[in-house]
């Protein structure tokens, strides 16, 4: 498979001068590839370099030492900046600082008026944009009086409105209720495997990242684990002991395996707990 | 005498105007001296509408808030006290630090209430004790902190004016499992020893779960439920209905009921489960 986000050896620290030249690196020697089309999830606790990291896909932030080539073009090249912000889109924590309009369609526009697409083909994509996140009833809508989880997808439909081939979210339902936190979750799933678009998932929350192809876990400002989340979220011990929880259906059957019950390695959400734990209990 | 108590409380913003909108209707509950009471509710429910008429940052457009069983806007000139009495932390209170050290800033509620200068000194070390802020940190500017320990910064300073009620709003929004996990754990201990009555609004039924006595439900500005947090979470159905739902592994245990293993259904923690399956396999 084609790799379209290439970090190499990538090191990142804050302030260039001298004087910072003592301070710890935030990533401290990354090395990723990421497919087209794949969906990753980043987990890591608060100061892990997670969120950096994102900042590196679309050239906010330029690696220390290293190089992240998206697409076969180098971050550090400026003349590409604009193809690389439009292959790779953002979207932030919180949604009320990401709305600039005082429509929903005119918000979803904003992005690709930027990129100097005709006013005829914007509108088309604004619309598809706004279909392919279950917000096209809203589109005359004022977005202040949305909910989060609908502002949240109302921001995802204007990065894809430009079009992007992947898209970093950081922690995007953190400040989202149950429905709201489902919704966007769904939408970025719908993305990745009816649109093939690629998914950079940085997230607290375990039960978001259960669904993601390859999970990727920083921890000071290295990947210390990575896999399937199988593979990741077999390892309980190693996840708290670096301040990261796992769903509560992994928990109870490693807690009942530790008292040699048998039972599979690794359960990743309660259908799964449930089968498993039927099959010890029908005796 | 419950400590609080909301009658017929009715909130509409922009009365007669074009933009009427009825945040809040009808409302009545009463909460005791010493309860731990989640409020949960969907994006626009009422709850922060809600904590704000409790601690009279708000105003009702009919009914009444009465503390310790007094209408707080009996004497409008005194609600600043009810504001000392029933304190407010916000949602990510660290965007409202200010001064210039932590000290300072934590001193600021008790110092507003007229306390003197060795009273004060007492509030602020106590408070930053419980929240588990090292001493050392105290004479730092607050914006050298780290996140989880401006947050909690923020929150002694409430804590610091020993408030009758302390409602959180979202205390744990944004921090990692384990930030989440120490500060849930600061406020129970802060709640057992003061003995006072805690509100704590939270999006994470995981949390609820593990720490309410009851819980109120809000849907649309109305009190859907309000009961022990048991009985809440056995409906399942009606939570899913607003937006809600219960924690994964209440959900587990009645997964295994509906496939005919006789458990109990009233489980909220990982423990709890755990305990009911063993005990399960026991018999």
């Given amino acids: 498979m084609k790799n379209f986000i290439e970090v190499r050896n990538v090191f990142f620290k804050y302030g260039e001068s001298e004087e910072s030249s003592e301070e710890k690196y935030v990533l401290d020697g990354i090395n990723l590839n990421i497919h087209k089309g794949e969906f990753v999830a980043a987990v890591g606790h608060n100061g892990s370099g997670k969120s950096t990291l994102a900042k590196h896909f679309n050239s906010i932030y330029l690696p220390t030492t290293g190089d992240v080539y998206v697409d076969g073009i180098n971050t550090k090249d400026d003349e590409r ?65 949305l909910s989060g989880g609908q502002k949240q997808r109302v921001a995802i439909a204007g990065i894809i409105a430009m079009e992007p081939e992947c898209i970093v979210l950081d922690e995007p339902t953190a400040m989202l209720d149950p429905q709201g936190r489902q919704e966007v979750i769904s939408t970025v799933m719908k993305l990745n495997r009816e649109l093939g678009i690629t998914v950079i998932l940085i997230t607290h929350y375990m039960e978001e990242a259960v669904l993601a192809d390859r999970v990727v876990m920083l921890n000071s400002g290295k990947i210390i684990l990575e896999g399937t989340p199988k593979e990741v979220f077999s390892q309980v011990e190693l996840l708290k002991k670096h301040r990261l929880d796992v769903p509560q259906a992994t928990e109870l059957i490693y807690q009942l395996r530790g008292c040699g019950y048998d039972l599979p390695p690794t359960v990743l959400n309660e259908e799964e707990c449930v089968d498993a734990l039927m099959q010890i209990l029908k005796k | 005498m419950s400590v609080i108590k909301a009658q017929n409380l009715t909130l509409v913003y922009g009365k007669g105007t074009s933009f009427q909108k009825t945040a809040l209707s009808n409302v009545n509950f009463e909460i005791e001296q010493g309860e731990f009471v989640g409020l949960i509710g969907h994006t626009g429910s009422g709850k922060s509408t809600l904590v704000q008429l409790l601690n009279g940052l708000l105003k009702p457009t009919e009914g009444t808030v009465y503390l310790n069983g007094k209408n707080i806007w009996e004497e409008p000139k005194k609600i600043r006290e009810v504001r000392f009495k029933a304190g407010m932390v916000f949602q990510y209170p660290e965007y409202q630090l200010f001064e210039e050290t932590v000290y300072k800033d934590i001193a600021y509620g008790p110092k507003n209430m007229g306390l003197s200068e060795d009273e004060t000194d007492k509030r602020v070390r106590s408070a930053a004790e419980f929240v588990g802020l090292k001493r050392e940190l105290l004479y730092k500017s607050p914006f050298d902190l780290s996140g989880g320990e401006k947050r909690r910064a923020a929150i002694a ?127």
């Fill in chain 2, 157 to 283: 300073g409430v804590i610091a004016m020993d408030p009758d009620v302390l409602i959180l709003d979202e205390p744990t929004a944004g921090l990692d499992p384990l930030g989440r996990d120490v500060l849930l754990s600061q406020i129970q201990n802060y709640h057992k020893t003061r003995k006072n009555t805690i509100i704590f609004v939270s999006h994470s039924m995981e949390d609820i779960a593990r720490i309410s006595d009851r819980i109120l439900v809000m849907n649309h500005g109305e009190k859907l439920l309000f009961d022990t947090t048991q009985n809440v979470f056995a409906k399942a159905e009606e939570l899913e209905k607003v937006g809600l739902r219960i924690p994964q592994i209440t959900k587990i245990m009645r997964m295994l009921k509906k496939r005919g293993i006789n458990v109990n259904t009233n489980i909220l923690t990982i423990e709890q489960a755990f305990n009911e399956i063993i005990n399960y396999l026991g018999t």
């Fill in chain 1, 81 to 145: 900046l604009f193809d690389i912000r439009k292959k790779v889109g953002l979207v932030l924590q919180n949604p009320d600082n990401q709305i600039v309009a005082g429509i929903v369609e005119d918000d979803v526009a904003f992005g690709c008026e930027n990129l100097g697409i005709a006013p005829r083909e914007i509108r088309e994509r604004v619309y598809n944009a706004l279909e392919a996140v279950g917000m096209y009833e809203y589109r005359k809508h004022s977005p202040e009086k």
